[in-house]
């Protein structure tokens, strides 16, 4: 089975019940998001390799340590997963943006790609995928089968909520990516949407509907 890291960081715990409340509005929304991002970062990007450099302290000359090996790419699904990218981006400013459009079909719950551009070099880059909700999973299993098909190799897929029948599906499909996740809810309901959830981040992020 795949693994599934949840971050129960106070922070992000006490940041997630404020989106999921009804009550917070659109400006509000995304300025969690954002900051829920980069705090899930801290942990997703945990095992990034290191490597000692030389430099000259106003003291003396040492050894300290930097980030190495390959760099990264960020690759929101739209439209929601825009709202995560810019706190991520705080912390890695180095990191190529690549885009997949997909929507949900609501009566086939289907993912329908609309749109895509990527950086050339995807199968070089540590890619983290970025989606808010994993609810039956369709979406982020079409753009993980959709970034390996162009030579991924190195892939981690970040949402806020995950339901477990996504989670389920998902790791059925891409065992080797770990999903990083604030919180595993309870289920589904009869029209996909994540019990308790927050809704459709889409429309919540962007006040749409
Ligand atoms: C939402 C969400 C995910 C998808 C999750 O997007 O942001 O991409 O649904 O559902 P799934 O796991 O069942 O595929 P939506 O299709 O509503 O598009 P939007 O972001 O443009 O609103
Ligand atoms: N997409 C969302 O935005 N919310 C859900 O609960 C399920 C899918």
């Known amino acids: 089975m795949g693994k599934v890291i949840s971050i129960d960081h106070p922070l992000i715990q006490h940041k997630l019940t404020l989106i999921r409340d009804k009550n917070t509005g659109s400006k509000d929304f995304r300025e969690i998001v954002k900051e829920m991002s980069m705090l899930m970062a801290y942990e997703v990007t945990r095992n990034m390799p290191l490597q000692e ?62 749109y895509c551009k990527l950086p050339n070099d995807v199968s070089d880059r540590s890619l983290i995928v970025l989606d808010p909700m994993l609810a039956t999973g369709g979406s982020a299993i079409a753009a993980i089968d959709f970034l390996k098909e162009r030579g991924a190799k190195n892939i981690q897929l970040v949402c806020l909520i995950a339901a477990p029948e996504g989670i389920e599906a998902f790791h059925k499909k891409h065992d080797d990516v770990e999903v990083y996740v604030a919180s595993i809810d309870e289920k589904l309901d009869e029209h996909a949407y994540i019990v308790p959830g927050l809704g459709d981040a889409g429309d919540r992020l962007f006040g749409t509907k």
């Open 53 to 114: 450099i030389e430099i000259e302290t106003p003291i003396c000359k040492t050894k300290s340590k930097v980030i190495c090996g390959k760099k990264v790419g960020l690759i929101p699904i739209l439209r929601a997963g825009l709202g995560m990218v810019e706190g991520i981006l705080q912390l890695i400013p180095t990191a190529r943006v690549g885009h997949i459009g997909l929507y949900r079909d609501p009566a086939t719950l289907q993912p329908v790609e609309y």
